[in-house]
C-alpha cells in the first residue's frame, strides 16, 4: 500500500492510502479530499485537479505530457511544479508523495 500525503493551503496534512495503477486525482476523491474538485474524471480536459508536487518529489513523479502543459494554462497560480493530479499514476515508488494543494480550483 502507498501513503499519499495532501497537504491542503493552510498546512493540514491528510495521508490517504493509493492502490498503483491509481491516479493521485482517483485517491484524493476516494480519500475524501474535497479540493480535488476533479471535473472532468481525469480526462485532462478541466484543470481542476491541479496541486503542487513537494520539491523532493518532481523527479519521481516524472515529466508533464504536451496536453497537461496546455491545460494548466486554465488554472490559477501555476508554479513550476504544479501538476494536473489525474496524470499522476501511483507506483510503488511514489510512497509517501506530497502534493500542496491551491486555495481554489480555478
Ligand atoms: Fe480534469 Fe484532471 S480531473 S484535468
Redesign the pocket.
Known sequence: MVKIIFVSSSGEKREVEAEPGMTV?ETATKGGIDEIV????????????HVYVDDAWTDKTGAKSAMEES?LDFAENVEVNSR????IKVSDQLDGLIVRMPESQH
Open positions: 486525482m476533479a471535473e472532468c474524471g481525469g480526462a485532462c480536459a478541466c484543470a481542476t485537479c491545460m494536473l493530479s489525474c496524470q
